[in-house]
């Protein structure tokens, strides 16, 4: 399975929002496999951030949504913090018991 | 609180064996599946291995089927990543993650940087 797609790269100015796509296939995210997102602070090892497509494990702020429509999955950061420059992977299940990642996203804080 | 306790990372030339392990630190493991998951220098997430909660069944990427095997003991809590045959391109920081109903992956350990040089 090849990897989701993901932007490079997006970038906000504090406050403003940001919203990162992910994009599969029918054979993955389209047929209605399950979506969650991971941030990775540099150094760090990832952390989970949404899973099943739009749940927020407790712990995350609810500045951090998703949705999926389709073939592409979303990542929104509103009111965006010095604190959420970092690495932003999705991932999904496909293929039965295979794991696929996005190819990660960088976000900047302007 | 780091929920795993890991060892194993190191250098080994092209060709040679190296075994990872996590050992479970204030997280349930019997009930549970687990993966590992490896990150190559400047590079994204790739998923490596998958083992069930009863390890009868074990599962590998493609990249390294024939040549990694995942395992695991519960009577340690520990969980393994045997990686023989190994290449320059298996060069990583290798995490492994606790699996929640083939559905997401949280528990992540620090992460065991294998670097594979001559």
């Known amino acids: 399975h090849s990897a989701l797609t993901q932007p490079r790269s997006v970038s906000g100015s504090p406050g403003q929002s940001v919203t990162i796509s992910c994009t599969g296939t029918?054979?993955?995210?389209?047929?209605?496999?399950?979506v969650s997102w991971y941030q990775q602070h540099p150094g760090k090892a990832p952390n989970l951030m949404i899973h099943d497509d739009i749940q927020r494990p407790s712990g995350v702020p609810d500045r951090f949504s998703a949705s999926k429509s389709g073939n592409t999955a979303s990542l929104t950061i509103s009111g965006l913090q010095a604190d959420d420059e970092a690495d932003y992977y999705c991932c999904s299940c496909v293929g039965g018991y295979s794991w696929v990642f996005g190819g990660g996203t960088k976000v900047t804080v302007l | 609180q780091v929920p795993w306790v890991a060892s194993g990372g190191g250098v080994v030339q092209p060709g040679g064996s190296l075994r990872l392990s996590c050992t479970a630190s204030?997280?349930?493991?019997?009930?549970?599946?687990f993966h590992w998951v490896r990150q190559a220098p400047g590079k994204g997430l790739e998923w490596v291995a998958f083992i069930w909660s009863d390890g009868s069944r074990k599962f590998h990427a493609d990249s390294v089927e024939g040549r990694f095997t995942v395992s695991r003991d519960d009577s340690e809590g520990t969980l393994y990543l045997q990686m023989d045959s190994l290449r320059v391109e298996d060069t990583a920081l290798y995490y492994c993650?606790?699996?929640?109903?083939?559905?997401?992956?949280?528990?992540w350990g620090q992460g065991m940087l294998v670097t594979v040089s001559s």
């Open positions: 993650t606790r699996d929640r109903g083939r559905v997401y992956l949280d528990a």
């Open positions: 204030g997280l349930t493991f019997t009930s549970h599946g």
């Open positions: 029918s054979s993955d995210i389209g047929v209605y496999k399950s």
